[in-house]
């Protein structure tokens, strides 16, 4: 009966009891802030499941992080931190009278190494298990984050360490590691970033000539370069020395490899440029600094009709990296019948040189009647190749030996502007002799070397000249010409003509002071001086007077001039007396010299707005100081109308309504040319 009971118990427990079956995690997603959620799978039998405890194992031991109902199949972590190591997980199902855990799994920890180029980066992971979760995919997919923040995938490995070069200038990159499942889920890694930074420089560019070309007959440096063999060159400096080397420009374009220097005069001197490629990242090649290289210079090109030769000047140009330098001196006649070639070549051992080498070449046996344009031509060979480079051309005329008879200076006028035109007439029929243009210093009387004109390239007589590098105002000038033939002798000197300047003083309040130098050098002298002023913008019809040739000073009375702020400018004019023996009968005229008078200060008592004087102001002759203020104020004290403009007066309102009847205080300050200061206050009555 007992052995009967028992069998009898046994057959009443529940299937349940015999079927408790373990979850299945699935996935460990970890979130960028290090929490973790973790994803798995029912029981397949859940008969009898009350719950779920979620376990995690930081090193220290499982711990119970939460318990979940039978309906959740996920969970996330707050507070894992799982972004700085990895951490291990379980999940148990809670049965009646038993927990049946799942599989151990952990978070993916990813690592990340950078090299010391700081251009690649070394990707180190963990598996979240061994082998891995049921259901998961073979692979890792490995993400990087762009500098827009967005996710990209890289690639699909099976395995760590991932090498990945990082192409960024200067940037934090960030990366991440996956392994999806195929119920649907997917385990994350923490993210992991490192500093990367292209710190690779471009090769060294190949800077191989600098040139002179002619654009619409402008001669410019043209720089030229071989195109970088560094892929993510974008563009190259420009240097040129000045002091140091300075940047002038960036051109931008691996292929684009010649530049052209407008800044600077080609011709006039010589001028070393460097180059360096930048990268996508800004980074700069080394540069040409140590190599730099130059323009030729063509210094000069002397013609002598005596020697009927041309004595060529250069320094030129050198490549210290070439393995030889040949020159040609091209002289080409504008008849077209012959072109001068003379070569010479220069060899490694010649390349140790200082600086300003000066090559002299002569060309000998040239035609009379002939212009003749010169330039160097400079072959640069380098191994199988060369390269050529150019100078300014410079241009001759090959003249002959012939005598002028006549120069007559006929006169020497002040512009406006206080540049100097000058009038000369000379003997045309000799074309092949020239006019040296002689001037002093300014209020000197000795004699420099100004310029030189050909006769044959003048087309009219007589010819006029204007000198910009004068400037009337600073004194008088001396002229001169001296009439050189062909072979550099002097044949001629021409009369000299001297320039006036005029100074102008304030004498008192009603008169200024004219002092010049009496204008000299015409053959049938002076005649009189005529006297001009101007007053405003207007240039007078008329001078205000006239004086004698033997006078040299005026008192001009200004008393009855208008009323007026702005300066006044006088100059002298000097007629010559008659028609002279070459048919001149010149007028010359000085400097103009300004002066700012200053006159009296006056208000009148009263006042009618809209009558005879519709504004109540100062009223003055000339008023050229500063600090011009005008105020009216009522009895009240308030200020009603204010101005610093001398014409602008008070035209009895305030706010656009005439004021009462009454009397108004006015209160004024003025500096004068003087540097004297005028305060004055008092009253104006108002009527109607």
């Known amino acids: ?27 460990l997603d970890v979130d960028e802030n290090g929490d973790v959620t973790v994803y798995w799978l029912p029981p397949d039998e859940p008969t009898g499941l009350k719950a779920y405890e979620i376990f995690y194992d930081n090193g220290m031991g499982f711990n119970l992080v939460d318990n979940v109902s039978t309906e959740q199949l996920s969970f996330t972590h707050i507070g894992a931190h799982a972004d700085n190591q990895s951490q291990k997980y379980r999940v148990d199902a809670l049965y009646q009278d038993v927990s049946m855990p799942s599989e151990i799994l952990q978070t993916i920890f990813l690592q990340i190494g950078v090299s010391a180029d700081l251009d690649e980066a070394t990707l180190y992971w963990n598996p979240p298990a061994s082998p891995f979760p049921e259901g998961s995919n073979d692979l890792y997919n490995i993400f990087m984050e762009d500098l827009q923040g967005n996710w990209n995938l890289i690639d699909s490995v099976a395995s760590n360490p991932y090498k990945k070069q990082v192409y960024v200038c200067d940037e934090w ?11 649907g889920c997917v385990s994350g890694s923490n993210i992991g970033g490192g500093h990367f930074k292209d710190i690779i420089l471009p090769a060294k560019t190949i800077f191989d000539s600098v040139s002179i070309n002619y654009f619409n007959g402008v001669p410019r440096i043209v720089m030229g370069w071989e195109a970088s063999s560094s892929g993510d060159v974008v563009g190259y400096i420009l240097y040129r020395w000045d002091g140091g080397f300075q940047n002038i420009d960036t051109v931008y374009g691996m292929q684009n490899t010649f530049y052209v220097d407008t800044l600077v005069s080609a011709c006039d001197t010589i001028y070393q440029y460097a180059i360096a490629a930048i990268d996508s990242c800004g980074n700069k090649d080394p540069g040409t600094f140590a190599i730099p290289l ?172 204007i000198d910009s590098t004068a400037d009337g105002s600073l004194g ?27 100074s102008v003083v304030i004498k008192d309040r009603d008169h200024n002071w004219l002092r010049w130098n009496r204008y000299e050098g015409w053959k049938a002298g002076v005649k009189k001086y005529y006297i001009y002023r101007k007053d405003g913008n207007l240039e007078p019809i008329s001078p205000v007077d006239s004086v004698y040739w033997y006078e040299n000073e005026y008192i001009d009375d200004i008393s009855n001039l208008n009323n007026t702020n702005e300066s006044l400018v006088y100059w002298v004019q000097a007629i010559e007396r008659e028609e002279n023996s070459f048919g001149f009968k010149e007028s010359s005229n000085s400097n103009r010299a300004a002066v700012i008078s200053e006159s009296d200060i006056y208000f009148p008592n009263a006042f009618k707005p809209g009558g005879t004087e519709a504004f109540f102001k100062p009223v003055f002759r000339f008023l050229g100081g500063s600090n011009y203020l005008f105020q009216v104020y009522n009895r009240w004290g308030q200020l009603i109308f204010e101005t610093t403009d001398p014409y602008n007066g008070w035209d009895g309102t305030y706010k656009g309504t005439l004021v009462v009847q009454g009397t108004y205080i006015y209160k004024f300050q003025y500096l004068d040319v003087y540097s004297n200061s005028f305060n004055q206050q008092g009253t104006v009555t108002v009527i109607y």
């Open 173 to 183: 990159v960030n990366f991440k590691v996956t392994l999806a499942n195929e119920n």
């Open 1 to 27: 009966m007992k052995n009967s009971w028992y069998i009898f118990l046994f057959s009443c427990l529940p299937l349940w009891a015999f079927s408790q079956q373990s979850p299945s995690i699935t996935c």
């Open 294 to 465: 130059q323009n030729i210079r063509l210094y000069d090109v002397v013609y002598d009709p005596c020697m009927l030769e041309a004595t060529i000047t250069f320094e030129p140009f050198i490549d210290y990296e070439a393995d030889s330098i040949s020159f040609e001196l091209i002289g080409n006649s504008s008849s077209g019948l012959s072109q001068t070639k003379i070569s010479r070549t220069l060899y490694g051992q010649t390349f140790i040189r200082t600086k300003n080498d000066i090559i002299t070449v002569v060309d000998e046996d040239l035609r009379v009647g002939r212009i003749y344009d010169y330039y160097i031509r400079e072959k640069v060979f380098k191994g199988d190749t060369f390269y050529t480079t150019s100078s300014c051309i410079q241009s001759i005329y090959a003249f002959g030996y012939e005598k002028p008879t006549y120069s007559y200076f006929a006169n020497a006028d002040v512009l406006p502007d206080n540049q100097i035109e000058l009038t000369i007439d000379y003997d045309t029929a000799v074309t092949h002799s020239y006019l040296q243009l002689w001037r002093s210093e300014p209020g000197e009387e000795a004699l420099n070397y100004l310029s030189t004109i050909h006769v044959d390239t003048l087309a009219n007589t007589p010819l006029v000249v």
């Open 476 to 502: 008088h000038y001396l002229y001169g010409i001296k009439i050189m033939d062909s072979c550099n002798k002097k044949v001629l000197e021409s009369n000299n003509l001297k320039t006036m300047a005029l």
